[in-house]
């Protein structure tokens, strides 16, 4: 009788050696059965307690009126508290660790913008924080223009009327921002103008607002939700809008790139979305993206954000996902081009 090879079982020994692998494969799938049927229990009940939105900036700006009105409804149809949390400083970078670093279980969430995604790796910002490894995409909220704005009672009429009052005045002129996108979008205006102003920084929308109201600064680049209402109320003029996308409020308002004859300021427009933190689990991310989906396509809420000028956009994951990475790459390399550094 031949002997059988060595390592491979004869006879008898094949059933239990098959056997055993059997119940080696089982023990093995047992606690991964469990921490799935556990992961599939958890996104069912979800949400099961308050869920918490970060806004990486103060009270009043685009992106925290953006939240609290999405977050109204989503806390009306799920019958749970969804709060927006303000955490500024650091352009954005406060907030958005304190969610890198959160439990992965969708109960605390990040209002991401561009800023925090693309124009603080773009731009050497120091983040503990790596927008492609430390979150996971849900959907994007809105797709917003900024806006050129003035004084009604002392600025400019026109986009050239400015242009013509900074070459004359070299210097003397500035002008307040706040996010990442609309500093980077002034100190482009007066590279492409050929004009000589100065970057007053701000926080956030709110001080923006304060500094055009109090004299502070001569112009603002801002978003439209920041101070629309003062620009219904007569208190702010509107010279242009920052990109072309719709803007039901103000329908006649030109691009910047049109009103200055300057096409290389088509699009400097800004974006929010919701992010979380890496790790969490697929079926709870899609419940928030399909419930984010449904609360802004309620009739009520929709009113709402147009009224405050928020351009409410929603997308997939994966279409959030492939958006921001690529504005990642469109703003690095018009920072790179542009030469300009942002602290």
């Not at 099961?48 to 009270?59: C, D, G, L």
């Not at 650091?90 to 124009?119: E, F, H, R, S």
């Not at 620009?231 to 010279?239: E, M, N």
Request: net charge neutral; aromatic share 6%.
């Amino acid at each position: 009788m031949r002997a059988p090879a060595i390592g491979v079982p004869s006879g008898g020994q094949t059933l239990s050696f098959a056997l055993r692998l059997a119940a080696l494969a089982i023990v093995i799938a047992l606690p991964l059965a469990g921490a799935a049927a556990q992961e599939s229990d958890a996104a069912k009940r979800f949400p099961a307690r308050p869920i918490r939105i970060v806004v990486p900036f103060p009270a009043g700006g685009p992106t925290d009126i953006d939240m609290r009105i999405i977050a109204q409804k989503m806390s009306e149809d799920w019958g749970v508290g969804v709060v927006v949390d303000n955490r500024a400083g650091g352009n954005t970078t406060i907030g958005a660790q304190a969610v890198a670093k959160a439990a992965p279980d969708g109960y605390t969430l990040l209002a991401a913008m561009d800023t925090t995604l693309v124009l603080n790796p773009a731009t050497g910002i120091t983040a503990d924080y790596d927008p492609f490894r430390d979150f996971v995409t849900i959907t994007l909220t809105a797709k917003n223009t900024s806006l050129l704005s003035v004084r009604a009672r002392d600025g400019p009429k026109t986009v050239k009327e400015l242009i013509a009052i900074a070459k004359a005045n070299p210097g003397k002129l500035n002008y307040g921002a706040g996010i990442l996108t609309t500093r980077l979008s002034g100190y482009l205006f007066a590279k492409e103008a050929g004009i000589d102003v100065v970057l007053i920084p701000y926080k956030g929308s709110a001080e923006v607002v304060q500094g055009l109201l109090t004299g502070a600064v001569d112009f603002i680049v801002d978003g439209v939700a920041s101070h629309l209402s003062l620009i219904k109320s007569g208190q702010f003029r509107a010279l242009a809008k920052l990109n072309n996308r719709p803007l039901s409020q103000l329908p006649n308002l030109p691009t910047l790139a049109q009103a200055a004859d300057l096409p290389q300021l088509e699009d400097m427009g800004s974006w929010i979305g919701l992010v979380a933190p890496a790790g969490t689990p697929s079926p709870i991310i899609d419940k928030i993206q399909q419930e984010v989906v449904r609360a802004t396509a309620d009739p009520a809420t929709a009113e709402k954000l147009d009224k405050a000028g928020i351009n409410a956009v929603t997308s997939t994951p994966a279409e959030f996902d492939a958006f921001f990475r690529s504005e990642a790459v469109r703003w690095s390399k018009m920072v790179k081009e542009s030469g300009i550094k942002l602290e």
